[in-house]
């Protein structure tokens, strides 16, 4: 693929995963409980220069949970968006592994530094086996994230 089909693929799927977000808190923001914004970011990656991409924002309230992403050429994916709130140190990397119609995204879990100091055994362990535990994303795993963040 060339610089153009990748960055072409990467914001497809960018798209794709931001329309599925938005369908599923569509109903929210009919209940005016949630609002959406898109904003453009500056992404610079080594291989593929510099590029501008949305970043997604719910809205609720004094907490705002961001979809943002981060890099398409990633080590062990084909691409990472990062979902972090305002209110939590908690957050959570969307990876899409394949490309094209047959991608998925998988959810893994951010680590917190300070969390992983007060928690040093599981923190050992995980060092000890440094296969990260991914969650296939869907529907439900987002409603998850959702509930984590704008109740944090």
Excluded: C
């Excluded at 969307?94 to 879990?109: F, K, N, Q, S, Y």
């Amino acid at each position: 693929m060339s610089q153009v089909d990748i960055l072409d693929d990467w914001k497809a799927a960018t798209e794709d995963l931001f329309q599925l977000v938005e369908n599923f808190v569509r109903p929210f923001v009919h209940e005016n409980l949630l609002s959406i914004d898109r904003e453009l970011i500056n992404i610079t990656e080594e291989n593929l220069g510099s590029y501008v991409a949305p970043k997604l924002v719910l809205h609720s309230g004094p907490v705002n949970v961001v979809f943002q992403p981060v890099a398409r050429l990633t080590a062990g994916s084909t691409g990472r968006i990062d979902v972090s709130s305002s209110r939590s140190e908690v957050g959570y990397s969307l990876l899409r592994h394949g490309i094209g119609v047959e991608a998925t995204w998988d959810v893994m879990p951010k680590i917190n530094r300070l969390a992983a100091l007060a928690d040093v055994i599981p923190a050992f362990e995980n060092a000890l086996n440094p296969r990260p535990r991914f969650i296939k994303f869907n529907t439900a795993e987002l409603e998850k994230i959702l509930d984590k963040l704008f109740a944090a």
